[in-house]
């Protein structure tokens, strides 16, 4: 269940469209497929779905984006966060190679998605740079190159003098660039989504949270306060916060620990300091394990973020610490003043790696964004319908497994925050 967490607006919020209207759940309804969750994972698979006219019905416990969708940064990052394709293809084998391919191709999947539907979601496909900040650990920026290389990706080593040119800074010694990533304002795409799905002729019931699903016969049942929605087939996409709400497939809710992740959005930056602060306006994330990141909205505010141990007076504690960091990776930037302070849960799996299920016949689940969530699971909808559509296993970028809850879940997911004392040493030591 949801712990006590305050949920303040974000700037994707705040210069957002407002999403379409919904209504609840209410009564009983029949679908050929029923989504749970109507973040990108869910909104993507209901939108392939319908494009192959198949009838689909989400039902979202909130409003579309109101979850991970649209709180995270919104940097559209072709790759896992710390996996790479060896990894991948040595836990999954053949499926594994399957979802390099699909990952190595998402981020200009959802450009591509979003153009054709015409979602105005301020996108900027201006690449996606991870510098890193040792001079030993450019040994993981030619292993990422080597790997994602050999699969296809558009990657390139850089040296520290590039990167300088390319961030504006001399704090990192180098590292690599993937030139399909990018950025967008997560919230402006989910409800472009879902704008997209009801033009389509798919249903989408908000403000419905879901007590339970079960098999019964050959349909599966999912059941809200006000309604339940019987369906053939049934695509569960609630990722970090699958248990937020009620008891929901408590096992997939334990193989994720949801960790509280805070964005920050400057005030804009002139033009003359913009044009010294990531020129070229790519996302940008480094090596650091306690999460150095930025980009642009575009307003030209710095959009960053990090996470904290102690849950008092965060928000006020994080403008010092990321002011702080900002003024010694860009010292051009002067006075930093953060005009928005907004949080969100992330999914994080022991390995680092996403899980995907098969609930029963014509069933299906993920978990374990671990922070790539925005290309990866729009990627993902795809594959997912094409699952509902009864397609093999082989042809598919969705290495089922079965659920492996984390041993006592609860104490894991209270002690999280402690891993930063963790992360700090590790990127203090070099390699």
């Not at 109101?66 to 990052?77: D, E, K, L, T, Y």
């Not at 990167?163 to 990533?181: C, E, I, K, P, Q």
């Not at 150095?292 to 141990?309: A, M, P, Q, S």
Request: charge should be positive.
């Amino acid at each position: 269940m949801t712990e006590s967490v305050e949920w303040p607006p974000s700037l994707w919020a705040a210069v957002t469209a407002a999403g379409p209207e919904l209504t609840a759940l209410a009564g009983s309804q029949t679908a050929d497929v029923v989504v749970i969750g109507a973040g990108f994972t869910g909104l993507s698979t209901a939108l392939h779905l319908r494009e192959k006219g198949i009838g689909v019905t989400v039902i979202e416990a909130q409003e579309p984006g109101w979850g991970a969708s649209g709180r995270n940064n919104g940097q559209v990052i072709p790759t896992l966060s710390k996996p790479d394709p060896e990894d991948i293809v040595a836990r999954y084998g053949a499926g594994g190679e399957r979802l390099v391919t699909l990952i190595r191709d998402s981020a200009d999947y959802l450009f591509d998605l979003a153009r054709r539907y015409d979602i105005d979601a301020e996108a900027e496909q201006n690449g996606w740079v991870q510098p890193v900040h040792t001079p030993g650990r450019i040994k993981i920026a030619e292993r990422r190159v080597k790997q994602w290389g050999k699969y296809g990706a558009p990657v390139e080593m850089l040296s520290r003098e590039q990167v300088r040119d390319m961030l504006g800074s001399d704090a990192w010694y180098g590292g690599f660039w993937n030139r399909t990533g990018g950025h967008i304002n997560p919230l402006a795409l989910t409800r472009g989504l879902a704008r997209a799905v009801l033009a389509a002729g798919g249903v989408i019931y908000a403000r419905s949270p879901v007590d339970s699903f079960e098999r019964r016969g050959d349909r599966w049942v999912v059941k809200t306060t006000g309604g339940e929605v019987s369906a053939r087939s049934l695509v569960l996409a609630t990722n970090a916060y699958t248990g937020e709400f009620s008891s929901l497939a408590p096992k997939i809710a334990h193989e994720v620990v949801p960790v509280l992740s805070w964005q920050m959005a400057t005030q804009p930056l002139s033009d003359n300091v913009r044009k010294t602060i990531i020129p070229g306006r790519q996302a940008m994330s480094d090596t650091h394990a306690e999460l150095y990141f930025g980009r642009y909205d575009k307003r030209n505010r710095l959009v960053t973020g990090g996470i904290l141990l102690s849950p008092f007076n965060r928000a006020e504690r994080l403008k010092k610490l990321l002011a702080g960091r900002l003024q010694k990776l860009w010292p051009q930037i002067g006075d930093v003043t953060f005009d928005y302070v907004w949080n969100g849960y992330v999914g994080l799996t022991p390995d680092w790696m996403p899980r995907m299920h098969k609930l029963g016949p014509n069933g299906f689940a993920w978990a374990g964004c671990n922070g790539r969530a925005v290309a990866m699971s729009v990627a993902l909808g795809r594959e997912f319908a094409k699952a509902v559509e009864g397609a093999p296993d082989e042809q598919l970028a969705l290495p089922f497994s079965e659920p492996a809850p984390i041993p006592f879940h609860a104490f894991s997911r209270r002690i999280a925050p402690l891993k930063l004392i963790e992360y700090r040493q590790r990127d203090a030591m070099e390699i």
